[in-house]
């Protein structure tokens, strides 16, 4: 017998009672075996197996809990799983479903409505009043598919008016007598969190034994991080609130004291997604779809808080990633307090930075260096110092606490059988004079200025962007800025290069080759 001197020989010896023992502990909802619901037959484009697979077990989660999940690769058909499962789980019937997509793919959600779901009609949020938004429209339009392209066409309403019952028994039982079909609002995410802005909001007093301090308004106490008062050069672009409990016995219930407030110098806005939160999450969305929900990671960020707010504003919820973790555990702290915060609760983990470093220690991995400095004589003792910083990696406890019960995984590989054979080649063409002579002359545009302005990160980021775009899309770009510190200390801005805007009619030689290549 082969000696056990790595991970892999000892896979080939246990895989197979690894195997039994994790399907014995984590049984899938549904089995490829099983029978998908009639509704799945009813969809325009029929799933693949692993697709259908992912479908039921959305649905099936969902009869558990509000939130599931899809971890998918890109290509797999996601958005085709979260629409079947919305579809599926509806049993054909009317429903309202919120879609919060990437900017780019609001169209494209569309789109893939029209040809997934029978009777569907889609709606585009574009804002919350009904001032023209910076894309030309306002309110809530309906969109149609004509021929390829999706045209806003059809009813068009507000938000403030979907919140009107009118006489009926609800918001969404007008709704459903004026619309009675299955309905898909898309939102696309930057549009979703653009609200109004804030500033910090603290009483500074001039005197007394609180002079240097902020004050919070609720209390007349100096606010304390941590173990220091804070004081007006530690503020930041971050806001701040405290939790204000009963002194002294005296009666009463604790309460979140905010420490700012709208700015009201600037302009006057609601982000459409905290109106659907406060006006229209009483029942109004059936469904919530979150698409590429790994960049909505972050903590204090309005698009992550908008994630928060959707899901608490729709009866049930599925995020869509590819790549749900970046390589560090603690990645995952914040998407699932805003999709499963009763879990995270119950698990004992705090929101906030003492609850992501206790999922940290938990679930991550942590390096711990100790730094031992020498006595400088005789009388004195060495000094230590230690750090503790995080590295890539998660604990195999996340996958089984977390996600196994919550998540369908779908990768290429499970729908290969399905695909058309693929082939991949690289194929050089030259440029065309015209766009050669144009980005040479950007390439000394930039080259001069990485040398006057040596190391300036704006510098190089923009370079970058400007070079890897310029023979793809070479108009458009406008002019190229740098931003650099100057002797007083003031950000300044300064011209890295004036691109050339060719004619964007021209098909180049790269448009030519893949025209023939199509062909």
Known sequence: MPPLDSIGAYLDRYGAALSSEVLSKFPPLHLPTDPAWPALARLKRQPFPAQRVAVMGIVKRWQEARCAAAVAECGTGKTLISLGSVF?????????????????????????????????????????????????????NEVRLRGDRVVREGLRTTLGDLRLAK????????????????????????????????????HAPKSGPFLGSLVNPDTGKPVIVGNEQIRRSDLRKVKLAETVF???GHLGRAFFSPLWQADRDKIHRMAPIEFIGRYLGDGFFDYGIADEVHELKGGDTAQGNALGTMASACERTVILTGTL??????ELFHILYRVAAQAMKEDGFDH??????????????????????????????????????????????????????????????DI?????????????VEMDPALKAAYSSLEDQ?????????????????????????????????????????????????????????????????ERRLVQECR
């Open 246 to 248: 009963p002194e002294n």
């Open 416 to 428: 290969s059988d399905a695909l058309p054979p693929y082939h991949e080649e690289v194929i050089s």
């Open 325 to 330: 973790l970046g390589g560090y555990a603690d």
């Open 167 to 202: 006489g009926h028994r609800s918001a969404q039982a007008r709704w459903r007598a004026q619309v009675a079909a299955p309905t898909v609002f898309i939102v696309s995410r930057e549009r979703a969190k653009l609200g109004y802005f804030w500033r910090h909001s603290f």
């Open 352 to 413: 906030g930075e003492a609850g992501l470093r206790q999922f940290a220690d938990a679930y991550g991995v942590l390096e711990k260096v100790t730094t031992i400095e020498p006595a400088d004589n005789a009388c004195s003792k060495a000094k230590s110092t230690t750090t503790v910083k995080r590295r890539p990696g998660a604990s195999p406890l996340l996958f089984g606490k977390y996600l196994m019960n919550m998540a369908a995984f779908v990768s290429l590989e």
């Open 88 to 140: 599926t789980h509806a049993d054909g019937r009317a429903f309202n479903a919120l879609a919060m997509v990437p900017p780019q793919l609001v169209e494209k959600w569309a789109r893939e409505c029209f040809l997934t779901l029978p009777g569907v009609r889609a709606f585009i949020i574009d804002g919350v009043r009904n001032g023209v938004a910076s894309n030309g429209f306002s309110g809530v």
């Open 446 to 510: 930039i080259r001069d200025a990485l040398r006057q302005n040596h190391g300036n990160a704006s510098v190089i980021s923009t370079a970058m962007n400007a070079l890897l775009l310029y023979p793809d899309r070479p108009f458009g770009l406008g002019t190229l800025y740098g931003f650099r510190t100057d002797e007083e200390g003031q950000r300044e801005r300064f011209v890295i290069a004036e691109p050339e805007d060719l004619d964007e009619r021209i098909h180049f030689a790269k």
